[in-house]
């Protein structure tokens, strides 16, 4: 079993490799690479496209490395091999996103990228520390996991997906902000699950040993 974290230059990989072979150790669950070769993402069995930016920026990176997207769009569209999105990698999944210029996503599970416009002038943005998770739909990656459990955010735009049944969990920061969207092979986490201490941890062994 072979886990590939994409790297294209947009943040340091370095917590979240660390975190998936962790827990990958732990699980069983094969070896973990951080790649930007296509070939390497093209055998993987499950793949997670991290991302720190701005959306316009990670989407520009990611198709400025030759091959990779289609590489990643054959191994999670046409093969359903698993795969987690973090942060604007998981951003990156909505049919637009609206930072500083409208930008296409990938259109895997449809929205839009917002602005996060809490209604209290108290709430700063960007959105940043540790909130509280409310779940809204059951999913495999997130069990064990409970209404109230933290993670750790830091971000300025958030998910508005157009299926309220693709949104699994949210943050409520005076409007409700998507944390976690997920439909079919696909998961995306708008914290850094590698950042969340044991939340974030039991996430990333489900998401090691899910089978979609």
Not at 119 to 132: A, C, E
């Amino acid at each position: 079993m072979l886990t590939a974290i994409i790297d294209y230059d947009s943040g340091n990989l370095h917590s979240a490799e660390k975190a998936f072979q962790r827990m990958a150790s732990e699980t069983n669950a094969g070896d973990v690479i951080v790649t930007s070769d296509p070939a390497d993402v093209l055998r993987a069995d499950r793949v997670v496209l991290p991302g720190d930016g701005a959306f316009p920026a990670c989407k520009a990176e990611l198709f400025d490395h030759t091959g990779l997207f289609e590489a990643l769009e054959e191994v999670v569209v046409a093969r359903g091999r698993p795969f987690m999105g973090i942060c604007i990698g998981m951003q990156m999944l909505s049919t637009t996103g609206h930072e500083y210029t409208d930008t296409a996503g990938f259109n895997w599970i449809g929205g839009d990228v917002v602005k996060v416009d809490p209604s209290d002038p108290t709430l700063k943005v960007p959105h940043m520390g540790w909130n509280d998770l409310v779940l809204d739909h059951p999913h495999e990656v997130l069990e064990g996991i409970s209404t109230g459990d933290h993670a750790y955010f830091v971000h300025s735009f958030h998910f508005r997906v157009k299926n309220p049944a693709h949104r699994l969990a949210h943050v409520d920061y005076a409007e409700e902000i998507t944390a976690i969207v997920g439909r079919d092979n696909l998961i995306g986490m708008q914290f850094h699950p590698e950042k969340s201490q044991q939340t974030g941890l039991r996430m990333i062994a489900n998401f090691l040993k899910w089978k979609p």
